[in-house]
């Protein structure tokens, strides 16, 4: 065990040390110290930290790609204070040590700000080195709310937070389907355990009654244990926090043992890999999340530019990514500097931006104002309204 543990430890790191990319370059990072974050030298750079290997590397790539094609319109328009924006891309494997690693590596490499991160786990422990350094940091897609509760004044985010989903989640279930028995599994990672018992709070307050609650392990294939302890229970929903890898085969797999409740996933599912996975027994699978690019009318130019660049449809968080990386460049518009406490200012001073996902302003802890949530289902294969 003692081995294999270095063994992986080893691997991260050797990863990390090859990983940082820039915008159309590799292995260019300047180990330079941070210091101010102020940039110097033709370029500003803008670090984007994201799981780039293991199962949701899916997500990851997504990240970084929305974050170049941000950056490569701002330079085809002139870029900002006469500099071009580069994108320094890193792996942090959804992982806490590697994204402190990865997060190190960005001070290192002098970047004026941080946009990126998709598992709160990872983030949570980045975001004590970019306060540390003072660095401006946008997180695209965590939604665990001790991100923004820990009086960090660089610290923002473009999504939503547990609390907020799991009020939206619970009164979808109560209210509108008329659900009263809720099963909940999550994986125990800091983003599906903290949305996991928020819901159950917010489900118990609405009179509902959470008739399973219970963790399953990231990385296992065969879940039937868990759902024959909670096939008798009879729910009238199943509510599954965690990421996409195990909620397709738990989709699968219940239905194989003959569980047709409804089953319903968080935000972390709503990717076509889910589908994949989980096969004929997905349709009728309700997902919760942000408003993803499809159903955001602010952003068909950037999913015909993201699909010309990447032959491919753009993830749920690229939208949310692409504005991060724009109002980071705004800010620095604003303050007329990358001096990081002028660009910090500007971020929490940025009412009346708009972007993609619409206005985007700050509150005081740096949380997203005015940010809705909606629901989608899987019919014929495809993720539509679930008002339809």
């Known amino acids: 065990m003692k081995i294999s543990k270095m063994l992986a430890a080893a691997a991260a790191t050797l990863l990390l040390g090859i990983s940082i990319t820039g915008c159309g370059n590799t292995n260019q990072a300047e180990q330079t110290s941070a210091g101010k974050s102020q940039t110097s030298g033709s370029t500003i750079k803008i670090g984007v930290p994201a799981p780039l290997s293991g199962t949701n590397a ?23 204070l006469g500099k071009k924006i580069e994108i320094v891309s890193i792996d942090d494997a959804c992982d806490a040590q590697v994204a402190t690693q990865a997060a190190n590596k960005l001070v290192t490499s002098n970047v004026a700000a941080v946009v990126g991160h998709y598992c709160s786990s990872a983030t949570l422990p980045a975001t004590t080195v970019y306060n540390d350094q003072g660095i401006p940091f946008i997180a695209a897609a965590s939604s665990n709310p001790k991100i923004t509760e820990q009086g960090f004044e660089n610290v923002f985010r473009m999504v939503g937070r547990d609390d907020q989903q799991s009020k939206f989640v ?16 999550h994986d125990n990672t800091t983003y599906a355990k903290g949305l996991a018992d928020e819901t159950k709070s917010s489900v118990e307050k609405l009179g509902g009654e959470v008739v399973f609650f219970d963790a399953i392990t990231p990385g296992e294939k065969d879940f039937s244990v868990t759902l024959s302890k909670l096939k008798p229970l009879q729910p009238d929903a ?20 003959g569980i047709n409740t409804l089953f319903m996933v968080g935000d972390s599912n709503n990717d076509p890999t889910l589908i994949k996975i989980a096969g004929p027994a997905a349709e009728g699978v309700i997902v919760d999340s942000v408003p993803t690019p499809e159903f955001l009318p602010g952003a068909k130019d950037f999913v015909s ?8 449809d753009p993830g749920p968080y690229t939208t949310f990514t692409y504005d991060g990386v724009n109002a980071v460049a705004e800010a620095i518009k604003q303050a007329n500097s990358t001096d990081s406490k002028a660009v910090v200012a500007a971020l929490h001073n940025l009412n009346g931006y708009s972007g993609v996902t619409g206005n985007v302003k700050f509150d005081e802890k740096g949380d997203r104002t005015d940010l809705l949530y909606i629901t989608t289902k899987v019919k014929d294969g495809k993720f539509v309204s679930a008002e339809n």
Do not use: R
């Open 58 to 80: 899916k997500m990851g790539e997504d990240i970084v790609q929305a974050a170049k094609i941000a950056a490569t319109q701002i330079n085809d328009k002139g870029g900002v």
């Open 305 to 312: 530019k993201y699909k010309e660049t990447y032959s491919k």
């Open 238 to 257: 199943i509510y599954w926090t965690g990421y996409y890898a195990e909620g397709g085969l738990l989709i699968k797999q219940a239905k194989d043992l």
């Open 170 to 185: 619970s009164e979808y279930l109560i209210n509108k389907q008329k659900k009263k028995k809720i099963a909940i599994l």
